[in-house]
């Protein structure tokens, strides 16, 4: 039996466990330790051998320290009402255009997003923000709850991004050029929601009212409440890319620098500490569940071949890369419907990466193509967050907007879905677009 069949059988095993509901990280280890034991004859000996180091080998791992430090910083903004500031802040200056509530929401979204680095924390967080606001202005149930949970996902695409670390770490590529990369391709997605919501507004007046003007007194107000928090982001990224301080240095800083904005600006107390440090050890201790996971289930793969001979296969089949990109775009948009976004590139990039990495993109160097598609696979991945069925953002949104239909909010994001999909074509066709920063700054 061929490398890609056995695979296939493992990745089979896998699907089966997901549909019944088997947590993602526990269903990964179990194919994995399933596929290794046939693969080495039902002989124990070798799955326990491989067993001795794996726990160890990839926690050791240094560079995942800055997993925890960002999920802490992210936590410390949640708990400190840094979420309110950056919504007042950008309600301030667009409240008062039809819709502009509604893109304040998604402008907030992205600042959250740059001290947070997750999607369901994003979504959560502004949704308790906004949700209370677009209700009192009189926005509808689709449009209100559709931008939230569209907007969530600008927690993973602007960076620190927690998915991209990940990236970085399967691949040795630099974290530093990778979050450089996310930036542009993230301030796309925040336009190109803004835009969606114009196009509602104007199609339906009554779905996005303008809210009253502000006096320009308290919109200087609300720039300098914020200003901090923009700072904090701005010497995470250029600290990392500039060399004075790698990733785990710069997520600390940034932790501390929110940590003590949230006491001094959003009034955080004992309780606000411990509930932040007890919110970061669950979601690391779901991420490196899930990390161990992965690694059991791609040991086995390794050693059945199948990324080895998919990726010889491919490149002998003569198909167009951009036939090749554009399937496996679509396997992750196959997979958005099953599982996380973590899961998947957990899952699929020691596959895809070798695949990707043998063909040539618009004459790309090897780092170019590299950081081009971690960026796409992050904009697809985001995708599954939106998505029926599984759509974690919109089923956290709904929950919060408890007199919103489940159909009204799934509805409400489809427009934001068209927007994803044409930026998405567009960084397909202009890989410029995601490694102008890089090449322009060069560490």
């Given at each position: 039996?061929?490398?890609?069949?056995?695979?296939?059988?493992?990745?089979?095993?896998?699907?089966?466990?997901?549909?019944?509901?088997?947590?993602?990280?526990?269903?990964?280890?179990?194919?994995?330790?399933?596929?290794?034991?046939?693969?080495?004859?039902?002989?124990?000996?070798?799955?326990?051998?491989?067993?001795?180091?794996?726990?160890?080998?990839?926690?050791?791992?240094?560079?995942?320290?800055?997993?925890?430090?960002?999920?802490?910083?992210?936590?410390?903004?949640?708990?400190?009402?840094?979420?309110?500031?950056?919504?007042?802040?950008?309600?301030?200056?667009?409240?008062?255009?039809?819709?502009?509530?509604?893109?304040?929401?998604?402008?907030?979204?992205a600042g959250f997003g740059a001290i947070c680095g997750s999607s369901l924390a994003t979504a959560a967080t502004m949704g308790q923000v906004a949700l209370p606001e677009l209700k009192r202005h009189g926005y509808s149930g689709a449009l209100a709850t559709g931008a939230l949970a569209a907007g969530g996902t600008l927690g993973i695409m602007i960076p620190p991004s927690v998915p991209l670390v990940i990236y970085a770490i399967l691949t040795q590529e630099s974290i530093g050029k990778l979050f450089m990369a996310a930036v542009i391709p993230g301030l796309i997605a925040m336009?190109?929601?803004?835009?969606?919501?114009?196009?509602?507004?104007?199609?339906?007046?009554?779905?996005?009212?303008?809210?009253?003007?502000?006096?320009?007194?308290?919109?200087?107000?609300?720039?300098?409440?914020?200003?901090?928090?923009?700072?904090?982001?701005?010497?995470?990224?250029?600290?990392?890319?500039?060399?004075?301080?790698?990733?785990?240095?710069?997520?600390?800083?940034?932790?501390?620098?929110?940590?003590?904005?949230?006491?001094?600006?959003?009034?955080?107390?004992?309780?606000?500490?411990?509930?932040?440090?007890?919110?970061?050890?669950?979601?690391?201790?779901?991420?490196?569940?899930?990390?161990?996971?992965?690694?059991?289930?791609?040991?086995?793969?390794?050693?059945?071949?199948?990324?080895?001979?998919?990726?010889?296969?491919?490149?002998?089949?003569?198909?167009?890369?951009?036939?090749?990109?554009?399937?496996?775009?679509?396997?992750?948009?196959?997979?958005?419907?099953?599982?996380?976004?973590?899961?998947?590139?957990?899952?699929?990039?020691?596959?895809?990466?070798?695949?990707?990495?043998?063909?040539?993109?618009?004459?790309?160097?090897?780092?170019?193509?590299?950081?081009?598609?971690?960026?796409?696979?992050?904009?697809?991945?985001?995708?599954?967050?939106?998505?029926?069925?599984?759509?974690?953002?919109?089923?956290?949104?709904?929950?919060?907007?408890?007199?919103?239909?489940?159909?009204?909010?799934?509805?409400?994001?489809?427009?934001?879905?068209?927007?994803?999909?044409?930026?998405?074509?567009?960084?397909?066709?202009?890989?410029?677009?995601?490694?102008?920063?890089?090449?322009?700054?060069?560490?």
């Amino acid at each position: 039996m061929s490398g890609i069949a056995v695979g296939g059988l493992i990745f089979a095993a896998l699907m089966v466990l997901l549909v019944i509901r088997v947590p993602i990280g526990i269903a990964m280890f179990m194919a994995g330790s399933g596929g290794y034991l046939a693969l080495s004859g039902f002989d124990s000996t070798p799955l326990l051998a491989s067993l001795k180091n794996l726990a160890y080998a990839r926690l050791s791992n240094y560079d995942l320290v800055v997993i925890p430090l960002f999920l802490l910083m992210g936590q410390f903004a949640t708990h400190g009402g840094l979420s309110r500031s950056l919504f007042r802040f950008v309600s301030a200056f667009m409240g008062h255009k039809r819709g502009g509530i509604a893109m304040a929401s998604i402008g907030a979204c992205a600042g959250f997003g740059a001290i947070c680095g997750s999607s369901l924390a994003t979504a959560a967080t502004m949704g308790q923000v906004a949700l209370p606001e677009l209700k009192r202005h009189g926005y509808s149930g689709a449009l209100a709850t559709g931008a939230l949970a569209a907007g969530g996902t600008l927690g993973i695409m602007i960076p620190p991004s927690v998915p991209l670390v990940i990236y970085a770490i399967l691949t040795q590529e630099s974290i530093g050029k990778l979050f450089m990369a996310a930036v542009i391709p993230g301030l796309i997605a925040m336009v190109g929601y803004m835009v969606v919501i114009q196009i509602i507004v104007r199609l339906n007046p009554a779905a996005g009212p303008a809210g009253a003007p502000v006096p320009w007194p308290e919109r200087i107000k609300a720039m300098l409440e914020v200003l901090p928090v923009l700072l904090v982001f701005v010497v995470v990224i250029v600290g990392i890319y500039g060399g004075w301080a790698n990733p785990t240095e710069a997520a600390a800083i940034g932790a501390a620098a929110c940590g003590v904005l949230a006491v001094l600006r959003g009034g955080m107390r004992i309780k606000g500490i411990v509930d932040s440090a007890l919110g970061t050890a669950s979601a690391t201790a779901m991420i490196f569940l899930v990390l161990l996971g992965a690694d059991m289930l791609n040991t086995a793969l390794a050693l059945s071949q199948m990324p080895a001979e998919l990726a010889a296969w491919v490149q002998s089949s003569g198909a167009p890369p951009l036939l090749v990109m554009t399937a496996i775009l679509l396997v992750y948009l196959f997979l958005g419907c099953v599982m996380d976004s973590l899961a998947m590139i957990l899952l699929t990039i020691p596959i895809f990466y070798p695949v990707v990495m043998g063909l040539d993109f618009w004459g790309l160097s090897p780092v170019d193509k590299s950081i081009w598609f971690g960026i796409l696979a992050l904009m697809v991945v985001e995708i599954g967050l939106v998505h029926p069925p599984v759509g974690m953002n919109v089923y956290i949104i709904n929950r919060l907007a408890k007199d919103v239909p489940l159909s009204e909010t799934f509805k409400g994001v489809m427009p934001f879905l068209a927007s994803d999909l044409i930026r998405i074509v567009v960084l397909l066709f202009f890989p410029a677009l995601s490694l102008f920063l890089v090449n322009a700054f060069p560490s």
